[in-house]
């Protein structure tokens, strides 16, 4: 399965963006989504996950309320909605797949088999 992160861009604090996860080459039925980031000079952090059904959601406790994971099994897309947006989401993020191990949450980036390539997000103040 190969997954490609877009939607990334330049936001005011206080905006909105919502950034996707396209996945090709396979289905991402039956796995975990995982949202990660990366900021500047910052190891790769862990910032959601949402289960194969889209019944469970977790999120770090630095964006719960202000963001939204969801997946669309059809599409074969995953997202994350972004809300509030402060200078320190600043990031790469990086969406991640993992074959349903019964491990929920999947907050370990070692846990998860498949990566993509980063969005940039940016938030200025």
């Known amino acids: 399965v190969q997954l490609q992160a877009y939607g990334g861009g330049l936001v005011q604090a206080g905006g909105s963006l919502i950034v996707s996860c396209g996945a090709s080459?396979?289905?991402?039925?039956?796995?975990?989504m995982g949202w990660f980031r990366q900021a500047p000079g910052k190891e790769r952090e862990f910032v959601a996950a949402i289960t194969w059904t889209g019944g469970l959601t977790y999120y770090e406790d630095s964006v719960k309320g202000r963001f939204t994971i969801s997946r669309d099994n059809a599409k074969n897309t995953a997202y994350l909605q972004m809300d509030s947006l402060k200078p320190e989401d600043t990031a790469v993020y990086y969406c991640?797949?993992?074959?349903?191990?019964?491990?929920?949450?999947?907050?370990?980036?070692?846990?998860?088999?498949?990566w993509g390539q980063g969005t940039l997000v940016t938030v200025s103040s």
């Open positions: 080459g396979g289905s991402i039925m039956r796995m975990v």
């Open positions: 991640a797949a993992e074959h349903d191990r019964g491990t929920w949450p999947t907050i370990k980036a070692q846990d998860y088999d498949y």
